[in-house]
């Protein structure tokens, strides 16, 4: 069984726990059965060229190298989704191989409107699925959204995330 309990931060805190006045905590939280094993899934969730591959211009995501080496998926690494409507800004937190991999994002993040939604983490979590071969590939996205456009976020992320299963299964 997967421990699902967020991870804490580290000392990290790039953005408020507490929403700001007129926001609200939402977690938005979406389980997968891949019929992948873990090693596949796990592989092609931490390949930057999962997430920077395919955008469609003017949307883009980017990972800043350092002194480390290339920008991937390891704890430090800035990272970015940019595009009309969106600044994803953050830097990858906690990574336990094959289980868990935690993205905090800097306060200034948002979506649609820095008023409207404000995005503080994107945890991934993976576990051997109940049959062998296959993933439970669990997402959670955390946000201080205002409150009368917690509906509206929740439909737009019921809208968005769930073919995110089917491109990894297509692509593990």
């Known amino acids: 069984m997967t421990d699902l309990a967020p991870r804490p931060l580290d000392g990290l805190t790039p953005s408020p726990a507490a929403p700001a006045p007129g926001f609200v905590h939402d977690e938005y939280r979406h389980v997968w059965t891949i019929a992948r094993p873990r090693e596949a899934v796990w592989a092609w969730l931490c390949d930057p060229s999962t997430f920077t591959d395919g955008q469609i211009p003017p949307y883009r995501v980017e990972f800043l190298p350092d002194e480390h080496g290339p920008g991937d998926f390891r704890p430090g690494v800035y990272n970015t989704h940019t595009g009309p409507f969106i600044n994803f800004a953050g830097v990858i937190g906690e990574v336990r191989d094959g289980e868990y991999r935690d993205l ?3 306060y200034g993040s948002y979506a ?7 995005p503080t983490r994107l ?7 109940a049959t062998p071969g296959t993933t ?3 997402l959670q996205v955390d946000c201080h959204v205002r409150r009368g456009f917690v509906g509206v976020w929740s439909k737009i992320m019921g809208l968005f995330w769930p073919r995110f299963g089917r491109w990894c299964e297509a692509q593990a």
């Open 104 to 106: 905090p994002y800097f």
């Open 112 to 118: 649609i409107s820095h008023s409207l939604v404000r």
């Open 123 to 129: 945890q991934f979590w993976a576990a051997d699925g």
């Open 136 to 138: 439970e590939l669990t």
